[in-house]
C-alpha cells in the first residue's frame, strides 16, 4: 500500500477563479479610471499649453489690448488687475479668516463650534455667482463696477477656505506649547500672537496660498462687479479693473479666432500661476506638517 | 493691560467669527431683495413656466431647472463610480511610489481654474464630442428620447455641459472618498484578507460598507458644485430658447442663464427675474451644502469611535 495522499489541485479552479477573474477585473477598472482622470489633466493642460504657447510673448504680457480688439495686442491690463484684485480680496479674507479659527480654536465654548463651523462650511459650498450677484446688490446696483466690489466678492470666497484651512493646523499645534507658554503666566492674547500663531504659520500661509490660487480663477464673482472694463491699465480700484478670468470668459465667447488665440495665452498664464501656487502649496504643507512632527 | 488685552483680542476673534454668519445672512437677504420685484411679479408661477420672454415680459424659470437638475444629476451619475474607482485605486491599489503623485495630479485637476476648463471645452472638447462622441452614442443608443436628436455642429449642448461637469467633480468627489476609506481601520481590511477574501470582496464586504454615508456626503458636496458652477456650464452648453429633449441640442441651467445674461438685461423685471433664478439657486446650494454637513458631521467615522 502506497502511501497516496488525497488529490489536492493547487490550482485555483471553479469559484476561486472567478473570485480570482472578478477581482482582477476591479482592480484593472481602479487602475482606468485613475488613469483617465489624469489622462484629462494632462490633455487640458497640454493643449493650454500647445495654443496658449505661441502667441505667449513679453510683448503680450506687458501691452495693452488694441484699442479695436485686433490681434496682436496683450494682456498687462488684466495682470495688473487680477493681482491688485486678488490682492485686496487677500488682504481682507486673510485677517478675518485667521481671527475666526483662533475664535474657534481658542475661545469659542464647545457648542458654538460646531454651528458656526457648519456656517463657514456651507459658505464655502455656495454658488460663486449667487455670491457675485450678492455683492452687485450691495455695491453695485446705484453705484458702479468697480474693482473693490471684486475684491470683496472674491474675499467672501476665499473667507472659508482660509478660516478652514487655519483652523485646522490651529488644532495640530501640540497643546504642550500652549500650556508651557500659559504656565509661564503669559497672558491668552500673547500665547496666540507669539506661540501658537508662529508655529502654525506654515500652515495658514498654505492655506492662503491656496485660497489665493482659487480666487485668481474665479469668474463668476466677478462678471457682475467688474467685467466691464477699458482696455487700459487701471490701479484704480473705484472703477471696473480689467481681469484675466473674465477677460478670457469674454475673449471664448466670441467667435473671432484671434480673440480665441489672445484667450489661450491668457488661459496659459493662468493656469500656470494656479499650478504653480498649489505645488508650492502643498510643498509647504508638507515642511509644516514635519516641523509640528505630523 | 495683560486683562484687556485678552479681552479685546477674544472681542476681535469672536467678531470674525460672527462675520462670517452675518455674510451668510445678508447673501440670502440681499438676492432675495433683489428678486422680490419678480417673485411678486412671477410669483410661484415662475416654477411652471417653460417661457423665457423679456419682451413680453414672461419669465419662467422651468427650462433651466430642468436644465439644471438632468446636468448636475447625469454628471453625477458618470462621475460617482470614477470617483470611488479612483478613490480605491489610491487608497489600495497604487503602488507606493506613485500613490503620492497621482493622488496630487487629481487635485490638481480640481484647482484648473472653471473658465479655463470652459475654454477648452468651448474649443476642444466641444468639436470633439460633436464629432466622435455624440455620433456614437445616437447610433447606438438612438432609441432613446435624449440621444434621438440630430448632432450638431460645434458640440454646445448638454451632453457637453455633463461632460465638462463631471471632468469639474470627479476630483472632488474623489479625494474625499480616498479619504474616507483610508481612514478605514487596518484591523478589519486584515481581517477580511486573513478570511482569504481577494481584494475586490475586502472592498466590497469592508470599505465599501464602512465608508457608504461619507461616500454620500461626497455625492452630495460633487452635486452641489455641479448645481452652482456657471461659467464652464456658460461655455459650452449653448444658451436654450426652447425646451429640447435631445441632449445633443443647446440647453440652459440656473446659473449660465444668470451668467450668460448678466449684461444683456434691458429692463428691471428682467434683471429681477434673472436674480429671482439666481435665488433658487441659492436656496438649492443651501439645502445641498447642509444636508452633506448633516450627514458629515454625524458619521465622522474619525469620530464614530
Not at chain 1, 488525497?6 to 479552479?13: I, Q, S, T
Not at chain 2, 487635485?107 to 476642444?124: F, K, Q, T
Not at chain 2, 432613446?144 to 454646445?156: A, D, H, K, T
Amino acid at each position: 500500500m502506497s502511501a497516496v495522499g488525497p488529490d489536492v489541485n493547487l490550482r485555483p479552479g471553479g469559484r476561486l477563479r472567478r473570485r480570482r477573474i472578478v477581482n482582477r477585473i476591479m482592480e484593472t477598472l481602479g487602475t482606468l479610471a485613475a488613469l483617465l482622470a489624469v489622462a484629462v489633466l494632462v490633455i487640458v493642460v497640454v493643449s493650454v499649453i500647445r495654443r496658449g504657447a505661441p502667441s505667449l510673448s513679453w510683448h503680450f504680457l506687458t501691452s495693452e489690448p488694441n484699442l479695436f480688439g485686433g490681434p496682436g495686442g496683450g494682456i498687462s491690463n488684466a495682470i495688473v488687475g487680477t493681482a491688485i484684485i486678488v490682492g485686496v480680496a487677500t488682504a481682507i479674507a486673510l485677517p478675518v479668516g485667521v481671527a475666526a479659527a483662533i475664535y474657534l480654536t481658542e475661545f469659542a465654548p464647545k457648542r458654538i463650534v460646531v454651528p458656526v463651523q457648519v456656517v463657514i462650511d456651507v459658505l464655502a459650498g455656495l454658488p460663486t455667482i449667487v455670491v457675485g450677484v450678492f455683492i452687485y446688490g450691495l455695491l453695485v446696483v446705484g453705484h458702479q463696477q468697480s474693482g473693490l466690489a471684486g475684491s470683496i466678492a472674491l474675499s467672501i470666497v476665499m473667507l472659508p477656505l482660509v478660516a478652514r484651512a487655519a483652523q485646522e493646523v490651529l488644532l495640530i499645534v501640540p497643546g504642550s506649547l500652549r500650556e508651557a507658554s500659559l504656565a509661564l503666566g503669559v497672558s491668552r492674547w500673547r500665547t496666540v500672537l507669539g506661540v501658537i500663531l508662529p508655529t502654525a504659520f506654515g500652515g495658514i500661509v498654505t492655506g492662503a496660498v491656496l485660497a489665493v490660487a482659487r480666487a485668481a480663477g474665479e469668474t463668476a464673482p466677478l462678471l457682475f462687479t467688474t467685467s466691464i472694463f477699458s482696455n487700459a491699465v487701471s490701479t484704480d480700484i473705484s472703477h471696473a479693473m480689467p481681469n484675466i478670468p473674465v477677460l478670457i470668459f469674454i475673449y471664448s465667447e466670441q467667435p473671432d479666432a484671434a480673440l480665441h488665440q489672445d484667450a489661450w495665452a491668457a488661459a496659459l498664464v493662468l493656469i500656470a500661476f494656479v499650478l504653480v501656487a498649489s505645488l508650492c502649496a502643498r510643498a509647504l504643507l508638507a515642511r509644516s506638517r514635519r516641523k509640528l512632527g505630523r | 493691560l495683560d486683562r484687556v488685552g485678552d479681552g479685546l483680542f477674544h472681542v476681535v476673534t469672536a467678531g470674525a467669527a460672527v462675520l462670517c454668519i452675518v455674510v451668510v445672512g445678508a447673501i440670502v437677504w440681499k438676492v432675495f431683495d433683489l428678486a422680490s420685484l419678480a417673485i411678486s411679479y412671477n410669483g410661484l408661477h415662475f416654477f411652471t413656466t417653460t417661457v423665457w420672454d423679456p419682451v413680453h415680459n414672461h419669465y419662467g424659470a422651468l427650462l433651466f431647472l430642468y436644465g439644471t437638475a438632468v446636468t448636475s444629476f447625469v454628471a453625477l451619475l458618470v462621475a460617482t463610480p470614477l470617483s470611488i474607482a479612483i478613490g480605491l485605486y489610491l487608497s489600495e491599489l497604487a503602488p507606493r511610489g506613485v500613490r503620492g503623485i497621482i493622488a496630487s495630479l487629481v487635485e490638481m485637476l480640481a484647482a484648473v481654474p472653471s473658465v479655463v476648463l470652459g475654454l477648452w471645452g468651448i474649443l476642444v472638447l466641444g468639436p470633439f464630442m460633436a464629432q466622435h462622441v455624440d455620433p456614437v452614442l445616437h447610433d447606438t443608443l438612438g432609441f432613446l428620447p435624449m440621444f434621438s436628436g440630430e448632432v450638431g455642429q460645434n458640440g454646445l449642448s448638454l451632453i457637453t455641459a455633463v461632460a465638462i461637469l463631471t471632468i469639474m467633480i470627479v476630483p472632488i468627489v474623489s479625494s474625499i472618498s480616498r479619504e474616507l476609506f483610508l481612514q478605514v481601520p487596518n484591523d478589519l481590511e486584515e481581517g477580511a484578507f486573513a478570511l482569504g477574501a481577494t481584494r475586490w470582496e475586502m472592498v466590497r464586504g469592508v470599505i465599501l460598507p464602512s465608508a457608504r454615508s461619507g461616500i454620500a456626503a461626497a455625492m452630495i458636496l460633487g452635486l452641489g458644485r455641479a448645481l452652482g458652477e456657471a461659467i464652464a456650464v456658460t461655455q459650452v452648453i449653448g444658451g436654450a430658447t426652447a425646451f429640447h429633449s435631445s441632449w445633443f441640442a443647446p440647453a440652459d441651467t440656473l446659473a449660465s442663464k444668470v451668467a450668460g445674461n448678466y449684461q444683456s438685461a434691458s429692463t428691471k423685471l428682467e434683471a429681477s427675474s434673472l436674480i429671482y433664478l439666481a435665488a433658487i439657486l441659492l436656496v438649492i446650494g443651501l439645502v445641498v451644502n447642509v444636508i452633506a454637513q448633516i450627514i458629515v458631521r454625524r458619521f465622522d467615522p474619525t469620530r464614530a469611535k
